[in-house]
């Protein structure tokens, strides 16, 4: 069963990119939470194989507790296999080296932080490293030229929202740490600035004066946005679809149902 939900507004360029973020991925015949997480990263790969998509981004926390090379050897080996293109990001569960050093990008490495930028089709996007809950003053200045070069609205792909989201398990105890710096930088982009992230286990959609920001939810389980302590909402999984056709962004999330292990899929 997959169910979507579905939020479009103008930006321009046709391009089809597929957005996995909150792997968890663990050691082989692990499965946290009782999870089959790298089953879950699987189905999620055969469901989007029928979109076409031209581009992949895996947005942070590949691995389900620490950085560990196994398991980016396991998803870069995936990833190669599946044949389209991609772009990964380091969350907090993460280690920016490894990963560099794991998916054959270590020329993307500045300093021990992994962040860049580049075109996806014509599409300018910027890769932003919040691994260790937030970005060096180097990593800002960097963005702030950034910004700067480009007269137009632009994607931004990082791990953390820039914002707190009204989660208040995330908000309280997990939240971006240099949050109002970040955002400073983006308000004084003369354009839109679109974030597509996750973190929060939580599917979102926040905007604040040029900012639309779209948390995406996990591939691992979903948090429950009311609670103040950690709670599970469910265990379906989810991607997000970004279109841009015609001058429309078109944002997409699907959910799959997931592979929580002993309950029967409907």
């Known amino acids: ?3 979507s939900r579905e939020n479009t507004f103008y930006i321009g360029k046709n391009m089809k990119i597929i957005q996995i973020t909150d792997l968890h991925i663990d050691k082989e015949n ?21 979109y076409e998509p031209d581009h992949l981004v ?3 926390d590949l691995c389900c507790i620490d950085g560990q090379n196994e398991i980016y050897q396991w998803i870069h080996a995936v990833m190669e296999n599946f044949g389209v293109p991609y ?5 907090n569960h993460d280690d920016s080296l490894m990963i560099a050093e794991s998916f054959q990008r270590t020329s993307l490495l500045n300093g021990k932080e992994f962040y860049f930028a580049k075109r996806i089709g014509k599409y300018p996007c910027l890769f932003l490293d919040s691994s260790i809950g937030k970005h060096s003053k180097n990593q800002l200045n960097w963005l702030k030229r950034q910004l700067h ?42 354009h839109t600035v679109n974030v597509f992230c996750g973190h929060y286990h939580v599917e979102k959609n926040l ?8 948390i995406t939810p996990s591939c691992f389980f979903q948090i429950d946005q ?21 001058g429309v962004l078109s944002s997409t999330v699907r959910y799959l149902a997931g592979n929580k292990l002993g309950v029967v899929k409907s």
């Open 30 to 50: 692990e499965n946290p939470f009782d999870i089959d997480v790298r089953k879950n990263l699987l189905d999620t790969l055969d469901s989007i194989r029928s």
């Open 207 to 214: 905007q604040i004066k040029n900012l639309n920001i779209h």
């Open 149 to 190: 070069q480009h007269d137009d609205a632009i994607t931004v792909f990082m791990h953390h929202p820039p914002i707190k989201a009204g989660v208040p398990f995330m908000d309280n105890k997990h939240a971006l740490q240099d949050m109002e710096e970040i955002q400073s930088i983006f308000f004084d982009h003369r």
């Open 226 to 246: 009311r609670e103040e302590d950690f709670k599970v909402d469910h265990h379906r999984t989810a991607f997000r679809l970004i279109e841009l056709n015609n």
């Open 87 to 91: 772009d990964v990001i380091a969350g």
């Open 58 to 60: 895996l947005t942070g």
């Open 1 to 3: 069963m997959v169910i």
